[in-house]
């Protein structure tokens, strides 16, 4: 049976999360238009830089840090930023892309997402962050919990 295009690129995602370093939470997105991709990104150290496992762990992990809490203190980049950044690197717009991601946006993404005109996301797992969803909602975005 041939996949409908949600359940397509969701399984790309999950393909693409395997390339994470995080030792937390390996998560993974896709961005499309028109049904084609125009980047991928994944969790992870940015390039270049050493990873949390190459440094003796995770900071957060260390500090009992709950999920959702302090990003700052992530040496990682999260799926989505790394997604949008590629798209920025290689001179690609994001506008009117639907963004396919393995875990709900955090804020942080959520604001990314928002200003890099993306307009659709289509998620699986949750995230304890309401604050990203009523950010989303209040933009406009069109936001799909993808349950197959």
Same mark, same amino acid.
Request: charged letters at 25%; glycine letters at 6%.
């Given at each position: 049976?041939?996949?409908?295009?949600?359940?397509?690129?969701?399984?790309?995602?999950?393909? +693409?999360?395997?390339?994470? @370093?995080?030792?937390?939470?390996?998560?993974?997105?896709? !961005? +499309?238009?028109?049904?084609? !991709?125009? @980047?991928?990104?994944?969790?992870?150290?940015?390039?270049?830089?050493?990873?949390?496992? /190459?440094?003796?762990?995770?900071?957060?992990?260390?500090?009992?840090?709950?999920?959702?809490?302090?990003?700052?203190?992530?040496?990682?980049?999260?799926? /989505?930023?790394?997604?949008?950044?590629?798209?920025?690197?290689?001179? +690609?717009?994001?506008?009117?892309?639907? !963004?396919?991601?393995?875990?709900?946006?955090? +804020?942080?993404?959520?604001?990314?997402?928002?200003?890099?005109?993306?307009?659709? &996301?289509?998620?699986?797992?949750?995230?304890?962050?309401?604050?990203?969803?009523?950010?989303?909602? /209040?933009?406009? !975005?069109? &936001?799909?919990?993808?349950?197959?």
């Amino acid at each position: 049976m041939r996949a409908e295009w949600d359940e397509y690129f969701m399984e790309i995602a999950e393909i +693409v999360k395997k390339r994470s @370093t995080c030792l937390r939470r390996q998560v993974g997105a896709v !961005i +499309v238009k028109d049904n084609r !991709i125009i @980047t991928t990104g994944y969790n992870g150290a940015p390039s270049g830089l050493k990873h949390c496992e /190459e440094i003796g762990g995770c900071e957060r992990e260390k500090l009992h840090i709950p999920s959702g809490q302090r990003h700052e203190l992530c040496r990682a980049l999260h799926a /989505e930023q790394n997604a949008i950044i590629q798209a920025a690197l290689a001179g +690609v717009s994001t506008k009117d892309c639907t !963004i396919y991601v393995t875990t709900q946006p955090c +804020v942080i993404c959520s604001k990314m997402i928002i200003n890099s005109g993306i307009k659709r &996301i289509v998620y699986k797992g949750p995230y304890p962050d309401e604050l990203s969803l009523a950010m989303l909602n /209040e933009a406009n !975005i069109e &936001i799909e919990v993808y349950n197959k």
